[in-house]
């Protein structure tokens, strides 16, 4: 999904960080949070997939940075595709 000629991406405040709260109500807060913000600054569809992996790692702390080192953004593990967005949020929760 691309941006319509001439439009701006809209004056958003960024997502927090998630922190790896067991809790699924926090998580479900936080990826909305996340995919709203994705959305507004058009990284949408299988195509950004691979970006999308790449912003989540940004916007995770503590306890989900770590699990996203160890089993999503890892060069020592072997893959037989690169990892799917939703793939990578399944991990995370």
Known sequence: MTAPTGSKQ???GEPSKYL???SHDVFLQWLKQ???WLRSHYHCGEDADFSRVNIL???LDRVAADLFATDVDNPDKVMDAPITFVDAICTMH
């Open 20 to 22: 790896g709260n067991r």
């Open 57 to 59: 790692g940004s916007y």
């Open 34 to 36: 996340f995919l709203n």
């Open 10 to 12: 809209p004056n958003m």
